[in-house]
């Protein structure tokens, strides 16, 4: 090697060592200590300023919003309803504490002494959110809660870092067991539930606070995976996943001294119950939820703080006799219907009420075939009349009046009227002379007689001898409703309006003895900050005993044998009456036993409610009046919903019977004097179609001096028993000859 190459090696070694000096100068274990340092205290910084600019916000909307929870007097529940989530928030005392302790143990064993973060989770966190692995790592109860009430589920960095920052703030302001309400309350369970208490429903079918260690602990290991977790809808991989879970919860609870091994040996793997749908406002639910809302109106529950959610409502319904009065709509009624394919089966519409008649609560309601289908409520609607249901009235208002006669005689179930068709009123300004069914005359007929088969003629008379005032005033004190009501003769074939509800409590008045019975349907309405206690309604007496009991008398008859047979059963003792409107547009059966009172009615609606039409036709049954249909649903409903019957029986006292004028003597009686024919004396050609509207404006010559027949010789055969299509007076066709009613 010549001298120049040696100095340009050793130029070369000089240049390499210079250079490997200065790296090893540029990263010393000082420098590198310090720059540690130094990224560290700028994120501390950086920490801390962020600590000092992110604020607790308020919750968001998602995580306040409740259901509210309709609930049938058994607990079960009725309906949901509210904004489109299934929550109800419960406090955290409500749920037993090995549940609070199973979610302790499966989500974060360190909760009670942790300060509310888990910093090695949230940088996992942030690590696989900065790497596209979604919203993975573990977190702390308080972070969890913090994620569902003041924050979203979005998978980004900067939510993550609010979260870390938020956490460590609520974990001072706030206790353990707050931020462990929060978090169950705001959890999501799958099967669309909210919360635990919506969670303990889908799952178990139980309350929160009814819920064991076992079911539980398999809700606190349903938050890892809601959807893959649920055994019902879980592959296989999914239930071995899910029951390791439960397993390590209570391995967990064990190690934390929250349970014993004897006692987590003796558990078993807690399978919940299969999905049912979410409660809604189909079929009848949605009748009795409207109910309630009315109600709820009326004792300060406004829409708007229901809008809010959290109320959990419970009603008077029986389920079990719901369930009965919907089956016998359905199998008395509805299955005989042809909707799609007849046009007047197209129109019939069934309403029902059924009330405790010692208590006014609502224990069943039929609003429609279906609410979603059907909006107005059938059960409550006022627009149709009660007809011929309204004539126990006006004889509760006789006998409560203590009126008379024409001719002077106390008016009771044994008075003799003239039971002649369109016989004209006497003592009326306004003048009515009303048709009976089917144009029928009977003579002189008791007033039992006449409410047995509804004879028209007779209550005619008996409103104009009580006065139509006295009688609208003792309807309306029994509950009848002041709806198109006016003070003339011809409102005695319920010519107003009155609902299902109106009705019940009008018989349910009379069955509890004359002492005012209102209908309600609300029991309870509790809120986490407010409890509504149903107003009790009052109970006073407005109409006698005697006067009732007497009613009631007259009206088991009208079972026993009048045109109210088909609920005649000797399985229970009642008392009712039929009714059929002008041409037909609703049908009623009115009824009550001791322990029940309960009015069913169809009204025939066209137009979309519009219009009121005739149910003439109905099933191709001919006439549809209450003696049928109706009729039929009651009897049903009514053996079901006593269970198969009762040996309750009317206590009745001081039933008024009433004068029958006594027979002149013989002297007095003209040689001549006409005897009265055995048989009611029908018209010689009865019309096929009568008209609409009972006619005020007599059609005949002047009339008789009396409201009684002539008592020169007094009736002495037997009164005619009841006859097919007697189910009440009102004008209409005739019986369409099919053997069905009356039967």
Same mark, same amino acid.
Do not use: C
């Given at each position: 090697?010549?001298?120049?190459?040696?100095?340009?090696?050793?130029a070369q070694d000089s240049r390499r060592a210079a250079k490997s000096g200065g790296i090893r100068g540029l990263f010393t274990w000082k420098k590198l200590l310090g720059t540690f340092f130094g990224i560290v205290l700028l994120g501390m910084g950086a920490f801390g300023a962020l600590y000092l600019y992110v604020d607790v916000p308020a919750a968001n909307a998602m995580a306040e919003r409740q259901s509210n929870v309709y609930k049938y007097s058994d607990g079960t529940v009725l309906a949901r309803t509210g904004k489109g989530v299934n929550r109800q928030i419960v406090d955290l005392d409500e749920v037993p504490k090995n549940v609070q302790h199973a979610f302790v143990a499966a989500e974060n064993k360190t909760f009670y002494k942790d300060q509310g973060v888990d910093l090695k989770g949230t940088t996992r966190g942030l690590l696989n959110t900065l790497s596209g692995k979604g919203k993975q790592g573990g977190s702390t109860i308080t972070q969890q809660y913090v994620k569902n009430f003041y924050l979203t589920q979005d998978p980004t960095v900067s939510r993550k870092l609010k979260e870390l920052v938020i956490s460590l703030k609520v974990d001072q302001k706030k206790s353990k067991d707050e931020i462990l309400a929060g978090y169950i309350n705001t959890a999501y369970y799958g099967r669309g539930a909210s919360g635990i208490q919506a969670?303990?429903?889908?799952?178990?079918?139980?309350?929160?606070?009814?819920?064991?260690?076992?079911?539980?602990?398999?809700?606190?290991?349903?938050?890892?995976?809601?959807?893959?977790?649920?055994?019902?809808?879980?592959?296989?991989?999914?239930?071995?996943?899910?029951?390791?879970?439960?397993?390590?919860?209570?391995?967990?609870?064990?190690? %934390?001294?929250?349970?014993?091994?004897?006692?987590?040996?003796?558990?078993?793997?807690?399978?919940?119950?299969?999905?049912?749908?979410?409660?809604?406002?189909?079929?009848?639910?949605?009748?009795?939820?409207?109910?309630?809302?009315?109600?709820?109106?009326?004792?300060?529950?406004?829409?708007?703080?229901?809008?809010? +959610?959290?109320?959990?409502?419970?009603?008077?319904?029986?389920?079990?006799?719901?369930?009965?009065?919907?089956?016998?709509?359905?199998?008395?009624?509805?299955?005989?219907?042809?909707?799609?394919?007849?046009?007047?089966?197209?129109?019939?519409? &069934?309403?029902?009420?059924?009330?405790?008649?010692?208590?006014?609560?609502?224990?069943?309601?039929?609003?429609?075939?279906?609410? =979603?289908?059907?909006?107005?409520?059938?059960?409550?609607?006022?627009?149709?009349?009660?007809?011929?249901?309204?004539?126990?009235?006006?004889?509760?208002?006789?006998?409560?009046?203590?009126?008379?006669?024409?001719?002077?005689?106390? =008016?009771?179930?044994?008075?003799?009227?003239?039971?002649?068709?369109?016989?004209?009123?006497?003592?009326?300004?306004?003048?009515?002379?009303?048709?009976?069914?089917?144009?029928?005359?009977?003579?002189?007929?008791?007033?039992?007689?006449?409410?047995?088969?509804?004879?028209?003629?007779?209550?005619?008379?008996?409103?104009?001898?009580?006065?139509?005032?006295?009688?609208?005033?003792?309807?309306?004190?029994?509950?009848?409703?002041?709806?198109?009501?006016?003070?003339?003769?011809?409102?005695?074939?319920?010519? %107003?309006?009155?609902?299902?509800?109106?009705?019940? +409590?009008?018989?349910?008045?009379?069955?509890?003895?004359?002492?005012?019975?209102?209908?309600?349907?609300?029991?309870?309405?509790?809120?986490?900050?407010?409890?509504?206690?149903?107003?009790?309604?009052?109970?006073?007496?407005?109409?006698?005993?005697?006067?009732?009991?007497?009613?009631?008398?007259?009206?088991?008859?009208?079972?026993? &044998?009048?045109?109210?047979?088909?609920?005649?059963?000797?399985?229970?003792?009642?008392?009712?009456?039929?009714?059929?409107?002008?041409?037909?547009?609703?049908?009623?059966?009115?009824?009550?036993?001791?322990?029940?009172?309960?009015?069913?009615?169809?009204? +025939?609606?066209?137009?979309?409610?519009?219009?009121?039409?005739?149910?003439?036709?109905?099933?191709?049954?001919?006439?549809?009046?209450?003696?049928?249909?109706?009729?039929?649903?009651?009897?049903?409903?009514?053996?079901?919903?006593?269970?198969?019957?009762?040996?309750?029986?009317?206590?009745?006292?001081?039933?008024?019977?009433?004068?029958?004028?006594?027979?002149?003597?013989?002297?007095?009686?003209?040689?001549?004097?006409?005897?009265?024919?055995?048989?009611?004396?029908?018209?010689?050609?009865?019309?096929?179609?009568?008209?609409?509207?009972?006619?005020?404006?007599?059609?005949?010559?002047?009339?008789?001096?009396?409201?009684?027949?002539?008592?020169?010789?007094?009736?002495?055969?037997?009164? =005619?028993?009841?006859?097919?299509?007697?189910?009440?007076?009102?004008?209409?066709?005739?019986? +369409?000859?099919?053997?069905?009613?009356?039967?």
């Amino acid at each position: 090697m010549g001298r120049a190459d040696a100095r340009r090696a050793q130029a070369q070694d000089s240049r390499r060592a210079a250079k490997s000096g200065g790296i090893r100068g540029l990263f010393t274990w000082k420098k590198l200590l310090g720059t540690f340092f130094g990224i560290v205290l700028l994120g501390m910084g950086a920490f801390g300023a962020l600590y000092l600019y992110v604020d607790v916000p308020a919750a968001n909307a998602m995580a306040e919003r409740q259901s509210n929870v309709y609930k049938y007097s058994d607990g079960t529940v009725l309906a949901r309803t509210g904004k489109g989530v299934n929550r109800q928030i419960v406090d955290l005392d409500e749920v037993p504490k090995n549940v609070q302790h199973a979610f302790v143990a499966a989500e974060n064993k360190t909760f009670y002494k942790d300060q509310g973060v888990d910093l090695k989770g949230t940088t996992r966190g942030l690590l696989n959110t900065l790497s596209g692995k979604g919203k993975q790592g573990g977190s702390t109860i308080t972070q969890q809660y913090v994620k569902n009430f003041y924050l979203t589920q979005d998978p980004t960095v900067s939510r993550k870092l609010k979260e870390l920052v938020i956490s460590l703030k609520v974990d001072q302001k706030k206790s353990k067991d707050e931020i462990l309400a929060g978090y169950i309350n705001t959890a999501y369970y799958g099967r669309g539930a909210s919360g635990i208490q919506a969670a303990a429903q889908a799952y178990y079918g139980v309350d929160a606070k009814d819920l064991d260690v076992a079911q539980g602990a398999y809700l606190a290991s349903l938050l890892q995976a809601p959807s893959q977790y649920d055994w019902n809808s879980a592959t296989d991989t999914g239930k071995r996943l899910v029951k390791e879970r439960w397993a390590y919860t209570l391995r967990n609870m064990v190690e %934390m001294d929250w349970l014993t091994e004897s006692e987590r040996a003796k558990l078993k793997f807690a399978y919940p119950q299969k999905p049912k749908p979410a409660a809604g406002m189909e079929g009848q639910a949605g009748y009795l939820v409207e109910a309630a809302n009315k109600e709820l109106d009326k004792q300060g529950v406004t829409g708007e703080d229901r809008e809010a +959610g959290g109320w959990t409502f419970t009603l008077t319904v029986d389920k079990k006799r719901q369930q009965a009065l919907e089956k016998s709509v359905d199998d008395q009624l509805e299955s005989k219907l042809d909707r799609e394919g007849n046009k007047i089966d197209a129109t019939v519409q &069934a309403g029902a009420t059924s009330v405790d008649p010692k208590t006014g609560e609502v224990v069943a309601l039929y609003g429609g075939e279906d609410y =979603i289908k059907h909006y107005i409520s059938n059960a409550t609607r006022q627009d149709y009349q009660p007809a011929s249901t309204f004539k126990p009235l006006v004889l509760a208002s006789a006998l409560e009046n203590e009126s008379k006669t024409q001719d002077g005689s106390l =008016i009771g179930l044994n008075t003799i009227y003239d039971g002649t068709s369109k016989r004209p009123v006497v003592g009326s300004d306004t003048p009515f002379a009303p048709q009976n069914q089917d144009d029928r005359s009977y003579g002189p007929v008791s007033v039992q007689k006449a409410l047995n088969s509804s004879v028209n003629s007779v209550f005619a008379q008996m409103i104009v001898d009580v006065t139509p005032a006295a009688v609208k005033e003792t309807a309306l004190a029994l509950g009848v409703p002041d709806k198109n009501f006016p003070e003339r003769p011809a409102v005695t074939l319920g010519t %107003m309006n009155a609902s299902t509800w109106d009705m019940a +409590g009008v018989y349910a008045t009379l069955d509890n003895h004359g002492r005012k019975v209102t209908p309600h349907i609300l029991q309870s309405a509790e809120h986490r900050d407010r409890t509504v206690n149903a107003e009790k309604p009052k109970r006073e007496q407005v109409i006698s005993r005697a006067s009732a009991d007497t009613v009631t008398k007259g009206l088991t008859g009208v079972v026993d &044998a009048g045109s109210g047979g088909a609920a005649n059963s000797p399985a229970y003792d009642a008392a009712a009456k039929t009714g059929t409107s002008e041409d037909n547009k609703s049908a009623w059966f009115a009824g009550y036993t001791p322990e029940l009172a309960t009015v069913v009615a169809l009204f +025939g609606e066209g137009d979309g409610g519009r219009k009121q039409v005739s149910l003439t036709g109905t099933a191709n049954s001919g006439r549809a009046s209450g003696s049928g249909f109706p009729a039929r649903i009651w009897a049903d409903y009514t053996l079901g919903a006593l269970g198969g019957g009762s040996d309750k029986t009317f206590d009745l006292q001081d039933v008024e019977r009433g004068e029958v004028p006594a027979p002149p003597t013989p002297s007095d009686t003209p040689s001549e004097d006409p005897t009265p024919s055995e048989d009611p004396t029908p018209s010689d050609t009865p019309s096929e179609t009568a008209s609409e509207t009972p006619s005020e404006t007599p059609t005949t010559p002047a009339p008789p001096t009396s409201s009684s027949p002539p008592v020169t010789q007094p009736p002495t055969s037997p009164e =005619i028993p009841p006859q097919p299509g007697e189910d009440d007076g009102q004008p209409g066709e005739r019986p +369409g000859g099919d053997g069905l009613l009356g039967q």
